[in-house]
């Protein structure tokens, strides 16, 4: 039979167990093969790109919630959209004209001065306020012609990477190293970063908005009654009936099936891997590339 959703791969398990009356089990053991997958596979389509705003005076962001490992961080001296107010507004104000709102994203986070501004819709070039004074800023008095910033307060899908000439890459430095240097304390355009406690730090401390886009392996997204299916079980759906038969086993004490089953998920994970690595490096003969370029 197919298993391309949820459902599918849970009568999958229920029918190679040989066993009908383990319906509330399933879901756990198909939630435990998703764990296992996300400590020991990295392959590219667990890649996930995402940006976030920086703000003047912030060092410290939290993590992606689907983090698992780092590939690179860039950063952008741009915004994302910026514009200007056309028009006073009070610290009360629901709707907010701007010069040209073409550029803002449908809904989401603007900055005037140190006030961020949430808001629901835009029509035309008029945003349509949901809560002034967002994540614990003032809600003040603003005049015609501040400068309107749109901020992604949250790691959201994007790239900054249309702007290459603008964009370069931001380097690791070790929590020790940056404590024990200015680069955790000064301010200006951040270009290191140092990971501690689910958090990422970045030195300098940002002195204004900037664009940060993070490029990791992210866990797969796991699967429910809602979210029936993902880019994994679609592409390889041996790998998650094997991890949830190796979780199955010893919850049935069937422990002489436990060696089967592992050993099977790991060949799967070690093949995936390996034609992902194969992959990566296919195309093009391999060059050794100096500072300046390839010798």
């Known amino acids: 039979m197919a298993i391309s959703t949820y459902s599918e791969l849970q009568t999958a398990v229920a029918n190679w167990l040989d066993r009908d009356d383990l319906d509330a089990r399933i879901p756990e053991f198909i939630t435990l093969a998703e764990t296992r997958i996300n400590r020991v596979l990295r392959i590219r389509i667990m890649e996930s790109v995402k940006i976030i705003s920086t703000i003047s005076g912030s060092k410290r962001y939290l993590m992606p919630t689907d983090y698992l490992q780092m590939l690179a961080i860039k950063y952008n001296n741009s915004q994302i959209a910026s514009t200007t107010l056309n028009g006073d507004i009070t610290d009360s104000a629901t709707s907010i004209t701007l010069t040209d709102a073409s550029s803002f994203s449908s809904s989401g986070t603007i900055l005037a001065g140190t006030e961020q501004i949430t808001y629901s819709s835009i029509g035309g070039n008029v945003l349509t306020v949901s809560a002034r004074g967002a994540n614990s800023t003032t809600a003040a008095a603003h005049t015609s012609g501040v400068t309107i910033v749109e901020l992604y307060t949250d790691w959201t899908a994007g790239s900054i990477s249309t702007g290459a000439s603008t964009i370069r890459a931001m380097q690791y430095i070790t929590p020790e190293i940056m404590s024990r240097t200015n680069t955790g304390t000064s301010t ?17 401390v940002p002195d204004a908005v900037y664009s940060i886009e993070m490029t990791y392996y992210a866990k797969i997204p796991a699967l429910t009654d809602a979210a029936t299916t993902n880019s994994m079980l679609t592409n390889n759906q041996d790998l998650y009936l094997y991890g949830a038969l190796l979780e199955a086993e010893p919850f049935i004490m069937n422990d002489a099936r436990v060696q089967l089953w592992a050993t099977a998920f790991g060949e799967a994970i070690n093949n995936l891997q390996l034609q992902d690595d194969k992959d990566s490096h296919s195309g093009t003969e391999l060059r050794v590339m100096n500072t300046g370029g390839y010798y």
């Open 188 to 204: 200006g355009l951040p270009q290191s970063y140092t990971m501690r406690a689910g958090y990422i730090f970045l030195g300098p």
